[in-house]
C-alpha cells in the first residue's frame, strides 16, 4: 500500500547535524501549524468514506480510489456520475475541473521547490491539500528562510499528518458506511468540516477578501456544469485578495 511516510527517505539525501536539527525544528513547526486542523479534516475524510460505500463500492474499491485519488471533491463529484453509468472520460473530465485548482496551489508553491527533481516534486505534489496550502503560505509567504530544508521538511510533515489523518478517517468510514443512514446531510457535515477549517486561517484584510470573493462567486456559479464555478471561484478569489493586498500596501505607503 503507498504510503507518503516511505517515500520520505527518498525524498532528500542524508545531512550534517545541523540539517537534522533544522529539519527537526521544521517537522515541529509543521505538526503545530496542522494539528488544530485534523480533527476537521478527519470528519471530511469519514464523509467520503461513507459515500464511497453508500454508492456501491467495495472495501478494496473504495480504499484504491481514496489512495489513488486522495481528493474528497473529486471523489463526491466522480461517485454519481459512476453510479449513473457516465463515461469514463466525463468522470476524468469532472475530476480534473474539480481538482484544477491545484495547478494554481502547485505554480504558488513552486519557488519553494525548485531545485527539486521532478521525481521529489511529483511526492510533494501527491501530498498537496488544500489544507497544507493555505497553512504552508500563511507560515512563509512573508518569511523567507535561509534553507530550503525549512520549507520541504515543514511541508513533508503537514501532508505526511494530513494524508494519514484523511485515509485512516476515510477507512472509519467505509467500515461502518453501510450502518450510517442515508437521508444524513453528509455533504452537508463536509461542509461545515472544511468551514472550520477554513474560518480560523483567515487573518487580515486580503484573506478575508479572498474568502467572501471565493465564498459568493462560488454560490453564483452552482448551475454551471462540470462544478466549473468552484474553478472560476478560485481564480476569482486569489485575484480579489492580490488586488486587496496590493491596495492595502499603497495606502500604507501613501
Known amino acids: 500500500m503507498f504510503s507518503p511516510f516511505i517515500l520520505l527517505a527518498r525524498v532528500l539525501p542524508a545531512a550534517s547535524d545541523a540539517h537534522r536539527l533544522a529539519r527537526r525544528q521544521a517537522v515541529q513547526l509543521g505538526m503545530r501549524a496542522v494539528g488544530p ?37 473529486a471523489q463526491l463529484t466522480a461517485l454519481p456520475l459512476m453510479a449513473a453509468g457516465a463515461p469514463v472520460w466525463m468522470v476524468f473530465l469532472a475530476g480534473f475541473i474539480v481538482n484544477i485548482r491545484f495547478v494554481i496551489f502547485g505554480a504558488t508553491l513552486y519557488p519553494f521547490f525548485e531545485r527539486y527533481s521532478h521525481f521529489k516534486r511529483l511526492v510533494l505534489g501527491y501530498l498537496l491539500t488544500d489544507i497544507n496550502y493555505v497553512v504552508f503560505v500563511s507560515l512563509f509567504r512573508h518569511v523567507r528562510q535561509k534553507r530550503r530544508t525549512v520549507y520541504v521538511w515543514t511541508y513533508l510533515s503537514m501532508g505526511t499528518a494530513i494524508a494519514g489523518a484523511w485515509q485512516l478517517s476515510t477507512l472509519a468510514g467505509v467500515l461502518i458506511g453501510d450502518r450510517v443512514p442515508r437521508e444524513w446531510s453528509l455533504e452537508f457535515a463536509g461542509v461545515l468540516t472544511l468551514m472550520a477549517v477554513v474560518i480560523p486561517l483567515i487573518k487580515g484584510r486580503p484573506m478575508l477578501v479572498t474568502v467572501l470573493v471565493a465564498g459568493a462567486v462560488a454560490w453564483l456559479g452552482q448551475p454551471l456544469p462540470l462544478r466549473m464555478g468552484l474553478f472560476i471561484a478560485i481564480v476569482a478569489g486569489i485575484a480579489a485578495g492580490i488586488l486587496s493586498e496590493k491596495f492595502m500596501i499603497k495606502g500604507k505607503r501613501a
Open 37 to 73: 486542523h485534523l480533527l476537521a479534516l478527519s470528519a471530511w475524510g469519514f464523509v467520503s468514506g461513507v459515500a464511497m460505500v453508500n454508492y456501491g463500492l467495495s472495501f478494496w474499491q473504495a480504499m484504491i480510489m481514496s489512495l489513488w485519488v486522495y481528493a474528497g471533491s
